[in-house]
């Protein structure tokens, strides 16, 4: 199955540059995401691979061949849309064929593909209802199955799930993941939900107005987030972002959190030498925080902080503490977080070897 590569790519809508220079390459069987807020690029780049749109500068590669000029049809992939437009007056037997008539494919084969198709998406009891009534879930399957049929090495998702509900969305999450496993063919799925890409990608692409943040694996992006625009945008709750200085002294380095607050950064895998003075910004991730009925007995930092207010999700809780006017979120047990009672003032620790450092300037990882 064929590579995808973006070289050098600028998309221009007149004076306004969407992309400028963007690089990007997808190995054979990735599901690469594409991630980013709303408007960042994510649409524009998946259409210009498939050739709904023509770059205004650069090269796009699928396998060796060149196929920026290419028409969308001969380009060898198949694309499933947010809104899935399917022909509400054929059955979904007839929605499925409709994507192989402009092949030439013998009945045969056409007939065996749907067969096939159905079956991995098990919607084979459907084949013969209209879309008017299917649900959405079976809907999307529908799409899917469209694109599948085409038996093509690459696939593109456009926010495919974004329609559904959030119970449909996590099964037919897991539904598109499986699919990957079974097929191994290359994947390229646009979304701005951080879930789904932490959960499908073997890659992900986090933009931001048009630029690449961050490219690598959900645990790559997670755990060491290349600047603040990605600390912050994966993540939920979000990173604590706060602004410290750095103190180096011989081989001890600690960030001054606030007054007689330093928290220790031994073992701090710098990629840049830490200089004493530079500011910078801490990111505390909410899960590394250990209360009292698990405290950390290495920990990098204690505080005893006064709790604002808790916050409950059923499975999982969040306390907020306050920290100079600035909240600090922690991720607690939920019983935890009935103790923890707002106007009280709890003592924390944070784990050794967690945090992240990011130069204030730059907003780069330091
Ligand atoms: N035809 C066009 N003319 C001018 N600007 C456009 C055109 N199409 C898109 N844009 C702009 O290009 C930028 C990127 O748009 P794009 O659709 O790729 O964003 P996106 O990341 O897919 O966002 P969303 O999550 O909202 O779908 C946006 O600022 C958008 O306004
Ligand atoms: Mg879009």
């Not at 691979?49 to 060149?66: C, F, N, P």
């Not at 990098?300 to 809780?317: C, H, I, K, W």
């Amino acid at each position: 199955m064929p590579t995808v590569s973006f070289e050098h790519i600028v998309k221009s809508y007149g004076s306004l540059t969407v992309l400028n220079d963007l690089n990007l390459a997808v190995e054979d069987g990735d599901f690469l995401v594409l991630l980013g807020p709303s408007g960042c690029g994510k649409t524009t780049l998946l259409n210009l691979l498939a050739g709904l749109l023509e770059v205004t500068d650069g090269r796009i590669m699928i396998g060796d061949r060149d196929v920026t000029d290419l028409d969308p049809k001969d380009r060898g992939l198949a694309m499933v849309f947010q809104s899935y437009a399917l022909y509400p007056t054929k059955t979904v037997h007839g929605n499925l064929k409709f994507g192989l008539s402009a092949s030439k494919l013998p009945r045969e084969e056409i007939e065996q593909r749907i067969a096939w198709a159905a079956k991995l998406l098990q919607i084979e009891p459907l084949l013969h209802r209209k879309p008017g009534q299917l649900s959405g879930g079976q809907r999307q399957r529908v799409a899917i199955g469209r694109a599948l049929v085409k038996n093509v090495g690459v696939f593109l998702f456009d926010e495919p799930l974004s329609n559904l509900d959030a119970k449909l969305r996590t099964e037919m999450r897991l539904e598109i993941k499986k699919l990957h496993d079974e097929l191994k063919s290359t994947i390229v799925y646009v979304t701005h939900d951080q879930i789904e890409a932490m959960t499908m990608a073997t890659k992900i692409a986090v933009m931001d107005g048009g630029v690449i943040q961050q490219f690598g694996t959900p645990d790559e992006i997670y755990e060491r987030p290349a600047n603040l625009f990605v600390a912050g945008f994966i993540g939920s709750p979000a990173m604590n972002l706060r602004e410290a200085t750095l103190r180096v002294n011989g081989s001890k380095v600690t960030a001054d959190l606030a007054a007689g607050m330093a928290l220790d950064l031994t073992g701090y895998d710098f990629e840049t030498a830490p200089q004493d003075g530079t500011r910078i910004i801490v990111g505390l991730r909410p899960e590394h925080f250990g209360v009292p009925d698990m405290a950390e007995p290495n920990a990098a930092a204690s505080f005893t902080l006064p709790v604002q207010y808790t916050e409950r999700t059923g499975s999982d809780a969040t306390v907020y503490l306050s920290l100079d006017n600035q909240l600090l979120a922690l991720r607690v047990a939920p019983d935890a977080a009935s103790r923890l009672k707002p106007g009280t003032s709890v003592s924390v620790d944070f784990m050794p070897g967690k945090a992240n450092i990011f130069d204030a300037q730059t907003g780069r990882r330091m």
